[in-house]
């Protein structure tokens, strides 16, 4: 079922995209407008040199090899992302269905390609091959550390207590972090264009047919929204362990991610990382048996970043 949009919602939502952090606050840069595949792309900043695409046509396979860039993702959208190298240069690369994106492990039990695609964080330093078609660069590999996406992932998230552990972990770790900070000033700010809760039956993670029906629903409604993304966080009632219920939101935010890319078609490149928040943020009492079922769910929420929206 689709749930308005209310003050309280608003603050759930804040504290599943990030929380505050032990010292200043890290920023996701500004999401990048969809290319215009009529008009030459302008450039997107000033200040340091930018080098700007279009996106590329004819077939993948004839282009030629384009350059390798290295950097950190400072900007993305749902088909392009921007990367900043360390002497200030900016890229901008096109990603599609062609772009292989490499990790050596998942998270949340998903598979490699899925979490690849997931996982394309403001924050997160690649490498990435391109290919060249006229002006455009196209990525055909992107590829990041498995440390990186965690350090990106635990800053994107706030998680205070993740941080002090990955800062306690290494000295290469705690310099990693500082460097990350460093990048960016303000994390991204949405508008929420509706947020939909699928249920799950206790213990559970299948979802439901009336669940499935409302998933694709929300992505068809999605589909028309320019510079869309989804945040899918999922969600356990207070009974079982904590260990127990942490594990259950993880998968059923999963369950969520596979059916809206595997079977209401929507792409991965504009899902944000999911969340698993355990028994966080209960829409009703847990001491009632309706209390319960309405506080195990899924929120799939569609945003689009403030930067662009009405553009």
């Not at 400072?74 to 002497?87: H, N, Q, V």
């Not at 460093?182 to 559970?204: L, M, P, Q, Y």
């Amino acid at each position: 079922m689709r749930a308005p949009i209310t003050g309280q919602t608003g603050l759930i939502l804040a504290a599943a995209l990030a929380a505050s952090l032990p010292a200043g606050s890290f920023a996701l840069a500004q999401e990048l407008p969809p290319v215009d595949q009529s008009q030459p792309q302008q450039p997107v900043a000033t200040g340091a040199e930018l080098r700007t695409t279009v996106a590329p046509t004819g077939d993948v396979a004839s282009l030629p090899k384009g350059p390798d860039i290295k950097g950190v993702i400072s900007r993305r959208s749902a088909d392009r992302i921007e990367i900043t190298a360390d002497d200030g240069t900016k890229t901008i690369v096109n990603v599609n269905d062609y772009t292989k994106i490499r990790s050596s492990k998942g998270l949340f039990g998903m598979s490699r390609q899925q979490l690849a695609a997931n996982s394309l964080l403001n924050g997160l330093p690649v490498t990435v091959h391109t290919l060249q078609s006229g002006d455009a660069l196209m990525a055909s590999d992107i590829q990041f550390k498995d440390k990186d996406l965690k350090i990106a992932n635990m800053i994107r998230t706030g998680t205070k207590q993740g941080f002090e552990e990955a800062s306690a972990a290494t000295a290469e770790v705690r310099a990693m972090t500082e460097a990350l900070r460093s990048r960016f000033a303000d994390i991204d700010e949405f508008n929420i264009k509706s947020t939909t809760n699928v249920n799950f039956a206790s213990g559970k993670t299948q979802l439901t047919e009336q669940g499935k029906a409302d998933l694709c629903a929300t992505a068809t409604q999605a589909q028309g929204i320019k510079n869309a993304v989804m945040l899918v966080v999922g969600y356990a009632d207070s009974r079982g362990s904590e260990e127990l219920n942490q594990r259950l939101s993880d998968q059923r935010a999963t369950r969520v991610v596979n059916y809206l890319q595997q079977a209401c078609g929507w792409k991965p490149y504009r899902m944000l990382t999911p969340s698993g928040m355990a028994t966080a943020n209960p829409l009703a009492d847990n001491s009632t048996p309706e209390g319960r079922a309405q506080n195990r769910r899924v929120s799939v929420n569609v945003m689009v970043s403030k930067a662009v929206d009405g553009l």
